[in-house]
T-cell receptor, first 115, second 115 residues
């Protein structure tokens, strides 16, 4: 497994502002992902954070709204841009430690509330 | 269209008894399945997984059963303990390793184990 930390753990933001969430892993990993869990819903994959190149976004998510950086194999950021109340969710990063399985390990999450 | 379904939003059992959490899926391309446990204010914790080449995988008190023909899997916890009280997520992926990494999650089942 891996030890994953996220900052901030929670935040309350105003409509129209942006928030950057950081994800730090204690070891080098190939795959890093960002998920969103809206209230009462399942976890939904936003994008795969690719080291040294642009992130790969899932249907319904775009780079202008959720820019992602991954400068190295242990760190990634997700920015939630021009926020609205609908962006209130828990945002989670995850990593895949072994390339031979699809087991992902999750960070503690960032609880975002947009007023 | 939900491809992974957990039809029971909640389940309550007595300490020491068996907990059975169920999950159904619709996508026949799924062949790797995982269970995660989530406590409030924490990220999901990986519990156990199973590949489609097996019909059972056991790890201590946790056993996952897979019925491919019925597109159904279940997680058995025996004996249940109060510390098992959490939300349990079922997840599925179309491949083991490589580029088929995308996990699709169910909405979760809240398990309460009563002392």
């Amino acid at each position: 497994s891996a030890v994953i930390s996220q900052k901030p753990s929670r935040d309350i933001c105003q409509r129209g502002t942006s928030l950057t969430i950081q994800c730090q892993v204690d070891s080098q990993v190939t795959m890093m992902f960002w998920y969103r869990q809206q209230p009462g819903q399942s976890l939904t994959l936003i994008a795969t954070a690719n080291q040294g190149s642009e992130a790969t976004y899932e249907s319904g998510f775009v780079i202008d709204k959720f820019p992602i950086s991954r400068p190295n194999l242990t760190f990634s950021t997700l920015t939630v841009s021009n926020m609205s109340p609908e962006d209130s969710s828990i945002y989670l990063c995850s990593v895949e430690v072994s390339p031979s399985t699809d087991t992902q390990y999750f960070g503690p999450g960032t609880r975002l509330t947009v007023l | 269209d939900q491809q992974v379904k957990q039809n029971s939003p909640s389940l309550s059992v007595q300490e020491g008894r068996i907990s059975i959490l169920n999950c159904d899926y619709t996508n026949s391309m799924f062949d790797y399945f995982l269970w995660y446990k989530k406590y409030p204010a924490e990220g999901p914790t990986f519990l156990i997984s199973i590949s489609s080449i097996k019909d059972k995988n056991e790890d201590g008190r946790f056993t996952v059963f897979l019925n491919k023909s019925a597109k159904h899997l279940s997680l058995h916890i025996v004996p249940s303990q109060p510390g098992d009280s959490a939300v349990y997520f079922c997840a599925a992926s179309p491949g083991s390793g490589g580029s088929n990494y995308k996990l699709t999650f169910g909405k979760g089942t809240l398990l309460t184990v009563n002392p």
